[in-house]
């Protein structure tokens, strides 16, 4: 199956992936005793909470997003919006990682959240229009 919307589908499933791993190396020094510090402590320590938090957040919002993305590919609609606001959103997904996770800067993380919510909510604006404009065109005798 090959659809646009697939594109940026997948680009936030592997930047979920990466922060996965990056999780993985930020708890190698507790968990493994690798890159442990020579006085047995964690360098990642302070970040490692974050990276967490960030990954447990691809998993709330973002699915309202793959959710609108399955219906609209269903529906055969990956048009000049629906793409804008997908690649939108994950751009915004990336942008709220590389805010929380190394500054922590909850005022700006809270900025960018609002343009990735937006962003899927536009998605949904789309679906449900497709919705209505579906159920308004007459069945037509077979």
């Not at 919002?61 to 959103?89: E, K, M, Q, Y």
Request: charged share 10%.
């Amino acid at each position: 199956m090959s659809h646009p919307l697939m594109v940026p589908m997948g680009a936030h499933v592997a930047w979920a992936a990466f922060l996965y791993v990056l999780l993985t190396v930020a708890r190698a020094p507790a968990v493994w005793g690798v890159g442990r510090r020579a006085d047995g402590s964690n360098p990642w320590s302070k970040v490692e909470p974050r990276i967490s938090a960030n990954l447990s957040n691809q998993f709330e919002w973002p699915l309202f997003f793959h959710v609108a993305c399955v219906l609209l590919i269903v529906g055969n609609d990956g048009g000049g919006l629906a793409r804008s606001l997908a690649w939108t959103f994950v751009a915004g997904r990336v942008l709220h990682s590389l805010v929380q996770i190394p500054t922590g800067n909850v005022r700006l993380r809270g900025v960018v959240f609002t343009v990735n919510f937006l962003a899927v909510l536009g998605m949904w604006a789309v679906v449900v229009a497709n919705a209505f404009a579906t159920q308004a065109t007459p069945l037509q005798a077979g």
